[in-house]
């Protein structure tokens, strides 16, 4: 499904990412874990072009990107096929819940005003929002607000579901709400690949972890691997802070 091949990105002399290797099969849910400025988001950005690598070769599907000969098509198909969660939910403040979904099934997939609202309240109902249709950005709390962005990345029907930190930015009780949606999503086989900081999450809802240092894949494997047995000392210090919640057991 998604192949990453030598990837590498700079800001100016900084080499964030250092050649990244990944696949992701199809139906996959990728956990990415990693201090920060280990590159996790860097590398989740380049996935579909937000920031442009430097060098290397993304593949989603059958379609390849040469990232350094990329061409405006190419970028937009690739594009085309990912849909992206963010932080800080990026809603249309001046639009309601349901105008912020329907927005890319009217611009971007052309769909008759009628029938872009009607899949966009199923959507919201899906996330638990069919009471908050008509309710504008700064009348929902933040977990309602990423509710509503999970709704809209699902509106693009894309191949591909990139979270970037989803609960980062969420007060602790919000958190919850919003990895039940994204479990919700995970059981019915959408491939995702989510950068979190939620160990206990990853643990329970990913297929793979893959954990990330100083702009290279330190190790991968199982969530059971990972979290109960990891081979490198690296991800043995990371993953210590957290022994005394998870004591490295799933």
């Known amino acids: 499904m998604i192949k990453l091949k030598q990837i590498h990105k700079s800001f100016g002399r900084a080499e964030v990412l250092k050649g990244i290797d990944l696949t992701v099969l199809k139906g996959e849910v990728v956990a990415i874990l990693g201090p920060s400025g280990s590159g996790k988001t860097t590398l989740l950005r380049c996935l579909n072009y937000l920031e442009k690598p430097s060098d290397g070769e993304i593949s989603i599907g059958e379609h390849t990107v ?3 000969k990329a061409h405006k098509k190419d970028i937009q198909k690739l594009r085309r096929k990912t849909a992206m969660v963010f932080q800080q939910y990026n809603l249309f403040r001046h639009k309601t819940a ?3 979904v329907m927005e890319g ?3 971007v997939q052309k769909l008759p005003k009628a029938e872009a609202r009607k899949k966009g309240v199923e959507l919201l109902e899906k996330v638990g929002l069919g009471n908050k249709l008509d309710s504008y950005p700064s009348q929902l709390s933040g977990g309602q607000q990423q509710r509503v962005g999970i709704a809209r990345a699902l509106a693009l029907n ?3 579901i990139l979270f970037d930190e989803p609960t980062s930015a969420l007060d602790p009780e919000l958190v919850g709400e919003v990895l039940a ?5 995970a059981k019915e086989g959408i491939t995702m690949v989510i950068v979190t900081h939620e160990m206990g999450f990853a643990q329970d809802v990913a297929n793979r972890v893959v954990f990330m240092d ?3 894949i330190v190790e991968e494997g199982s969530p059971k691997d990972i979290f109960q047995s990891p081979k490198e000392e690296r991800t043995r210090q990371f993953l210590a802070r957290y022994t005394s919640e998870y004591a490295y057991s799933i």
Do not use: A, D, T, W
Request: hydrophobic share 45%; net charge positive.
């Open 66 to 68: 040469h990232c350094k």
């Open 98 to 100: 349901i105008e912020n």
């Open 105 to 107: 099934l009217i611009v």
């Open 158 to 160: 894309p191949e591909v």
């Open 181 to 185: 949606v994204i479990r919700k999503i």
């Open 214 to 216: 100083g702009g290279v």
